[in-house]
């Protein structure tokens, strides 16, 4: 169940979906992350508390990795290792480039060189090493960690199921227009949100996704995630 604070929002946000869809999201259990988890965005991050919607595009392609939170790999478990990065990391592009782009943000590596070695290299007894403080991080600078379809099937249906819950996100988009938290558009897919959805109330940030080689020295990236310290215990 979602945080108490957000149980109406979420409760006329889903009602707003098409009835053959919800009946698809009640009755089937081919997508994950399944219906216990697909809303955990909403559970571990009070209403009052988000200062910014990261959105990105679809939960991750497996299972195990599918949370129910937009970038966060539920199969990494350390993120460092004695050579610089873990082999978790480095096999997951997006997360490995969000890091290396928050190194380069605390002035741990230089953009030149944000090699393994480099990274070998960084003092880390004051940094996290696990994804799920990742997460506490992120929630701790209020950041509601949302993709634009909360579930997944096969790549070929992710364009019907980001179509499908564009209602629910509308409605959730309004119900927060007086708060107007930021939003973080992460990727084409979040980005198409400005023109499916409406956003005029909203300030946003448009990034590239972290699969891009170039988001490390983004310095749209830098300038907001660096000063939310996201890899200090």
Do not use: C
């Not at 955990?40 to 497996?62: C, E, H, M, S, W």
């Not at 950041?143 to 409605?171: E, G």
Request: glycine share 4%; hydrophobic share 40%; proline share 4%.
């Amino acid at each position: 169940m979602p945080h108490h604070s957000w149980q109406e929002i979420i409760e006329s946000a889903y009602a707003a979906l098409d009835e053959d869809y919800r009946t698809f999201l009640e009755e089937d259990n081919g997508y994950f992350p399944n219906k216990t988890n697909y809303l955990n965005a909403f559970r571990t991050l009070p209403r009052n508390k988000v200062r910014y919607i990261l959105f990105g595009q679809d939960p991750y392609p497996r299972e195990e990795s599918a949370g129910g939170y937009a970038f966060i790999d539920e199969k990494v478990k350390r993120l460092f290792s004695e050579n610089g990065l873990s082999k978790e990391v480095n096999r997951a592009t997006s997360l490995r480039n969000f890091i290396k782009m928050a190194l380069v943000a605390r002035g741990d590596l230089n953009i030149d060189n944000t090699s393994q070695d480099a990274i070998a290299t960084v003092d880390k007894s004051s940094l996290i090493d696990s994804i799920l403080e990742l997460r506490h991080n992120f929630e701790k600078n209020g950041v509601l960690l949302l993709n634009t379809a909360l579930i997944f099937t096969d790549k070929k249906s992710s364009s019907k199921h980001i179509k499908a819950w564009q209602p629910f996100m509308q409605y959730l988009l309004n119900a927060l227009a007086e708060d107007a938290p930021k939003l973080i558009l992460f990727g084409t897919h979040a980005k198409a949100l400005k023109r499916s959805l409406n956003l005029e109330s909203f300030e946003t940030v448009e990034l590239e996704h972290p699969y891009n080689h170039t988001f490390i020295g983004n310095k749209k990236a830098l300038e907001l995630f660096g000063p939310m310290q996201l890899l200090e215990k």
